[in-house]
């Protein structure tokens, strides 16, 4: 049988500390039960040997008249003495229809015919004439009695007797229920003093392990290369896995890296050689290997970029901070598009992107270059949080925009909506793709002023 706890949020402390709990609130809700029964038990026990002392001085203070009649002791407790107090007595005896019929009573009894005797207990005084039996039974005026029975021979009389003794339990319940609410209210006091100190003893014996997750979000952050410990020994082993696990990933990333310039270099030098030839000897020959030749080095460099990306996108520990990016970028165009208002706002200077600072510059930039060619007068670009540990970068131009049909194709790769206009049709593709290697997104939309509306998203790392 397999034991299956609720997955609280996939909680390693909650599962402990509802286990614990759970335990705790099992043992506890015995031992309660436990205790009020003991303390019932005991006060019946106490109740019944008072009531077998009271029949046993009736039976010692009985007696027998010349006709058989049976007299009671003159001195009874004095509370028999008064009508429906709560402590009665009975002597009688069983009849040949085995019923109990009442010789003598107590005054308390007043005008009840006699205490009730159950047909079993009737059957094993019978059975048994020198023991005797306490039971629960109905009193006047409903009290809940405590009785006690025995059967006994008196001297001078050939019938046996049978003495009852009985008193209302209604006090020793009214104890019972304090002494059960006083039980309950300690052992919840206990309770939650237990499930505060498993809390505790979770959350000491777990520090280790938190600080585990602390240190491996430090390098996926790049706030440090390793786990660096100490651990306890039974952490430590994972450490060394982990940190074994990291050094193999930065291996297999370094190998990417290397094998991508090995392909740049072998595919861009034939290229570049074809460029060349097709220069030296002009015709229609030429001119159609250098626009496919042109072409092909597009589509090379946008795919090594993509699997430059892909690489740098692996390793863990990647930052850049956005700021001087932003203003670099900044400068720059302002440089070249003298006569344009650019509005860039670096944004936070604490905040920093999840990447290398090539992809970064290349994404941004890109999308700057192409807002500054297309607008009118003016380009702006802000930075915003945004969902989760990701920021955005908003870039708006007042140029001729992008009707909302065309916006999908002009993400597509190699797609070029104005012929006229110079470049490959790369641009927004290798932004997307940039964007999307890294688990960032890319939105195109119209800015207030009728142009391009640019939204990236990208991963943002803790400073």
């Known amino acids: 049988m397999t034991l299956r706890l609720p997955q609280l949020g996939g909680s390693l402390v909650g599962r402990l500390v509802l286990a614990a709990s759970a335990w705790c609130l099992v043992l506890l809700v015995v031992a ?10 005991a006060a019946e026990v106490r109740l019944d040997q008072s009531l077998s002392e009271d029949a046993d001085d009736l039976y010692a203070g009985a007696a027998v008249g010349p006709q058989g009649d049976v007299f009671a002791p003159a001195i009874t407790d004095v509370r028999a003495t008064r009508a429906y107090s709560g402590k009665y007595w009975e002597l009688g005896e069983i009849g040949p229809d085995g019923q109990l019929h009442a010789l003598v009573l107590s005054r308390s009894m007043w005008d009840v015919d006699g205490l009730p005797a ?5 059957k094993a005084l019978r059975n048994k004439p020198a023991g005797r039996l306490s039971y629960d039974g109905v009193g006047p005026h409903d009290q809940h009695l405590r009785i006690t029975a025995m059967q006994r021979i008196l001297p001078g009389r050939a019938r046996p007797v049978v003495f009852m003794t009985a008193e209302d339990r209604g006090p020793i319940d009214v104890d019972a229920r304090s002494f059960a609410l006083t039980t309950a209210a300690a ?28 240190d491996l979000a430090g390098v996926r952050e790049g706030r440090a290369e390793a786990l660096t410990g100490p651990y306890p020994r039974e952490l430590q082993p994972l450490a060394d896995e982990l940190n074994a696990l990291l050094t193999h990933n930065r291996e297999v990333v370094e190998r990417q890296r290397t094998h991508v310039g090995n392909l740049a270099h072998a ?90 600072r090539q ?65 490959s049709g790369l641009g927004l593709a290798i932004v997307s793709d940039l964007a999307r290697a890294y688990g960032g997104e890319l939105h195109l939309g119209e800015s207030p002023s009728g142009g391009l509306k640019v939204e990236i998203v990208l991963p943002r790392a803790e400073a």
Request: hydrophobic residues 45%; proline residues 7%.
């Open 32 to 41: 309660g039960g436990a205790l009020t029964a003991s303390f019932n038990h």
């Open 359 to 423: 992809d970064l510059l290349e994404i941004i930039g890109n999308i700057l270059e192409n807002a500054c060619k297309w607008s009118r007068t003016a380009v702006a670009a802000r930075i915003e949080p945004a969902e989760g540990r990701r920021f955005r970068v908003v870039i708006e131009d007042d140029g001729p925009g992008l009707p909302a049909d065309q916006r999908a194709e002009a993400l597509r790769r190699g797609a070029r909506l104005d012929e006229g206009a110079p470049g």
């Open 187 to 214: 052992l919840l006091a206990l309770g939650l003093g237990l499930v505060a100190a498993v809390v505790l003893q979770v959350r000491f014996g777990l520090a280790p392990l938190f600080a585990m997750r602390r």
């Open 267 to 356: 595919l861009k030098t034939p290229i570049s050689a074809l460029l060349m030839e097709a220069e030296q000897q002009p015709g229609p020959l030429s001119d159609l290997v250098t626009r496919q030749a042109t072409a092909m080095r597009g589509h090379v460099e946008h795919h090594l970029r993509r699997a430059r990306a892909a690489a740098r996108s692996q390793s863990l520990g990647e930052r850049t901070p956005v700021a001087p990016v932003m203003e670099e970028l900044s400068r720059l165009l302002e440089k070249v598009y003298r006569t344009k208002d650019l509005d860039i706002d670096p944004g936070d200077p604490d905040l920093v992107f999840a990447g290398e």
């Open 118 to 122: 159950r047909p079993g207990v009737l």
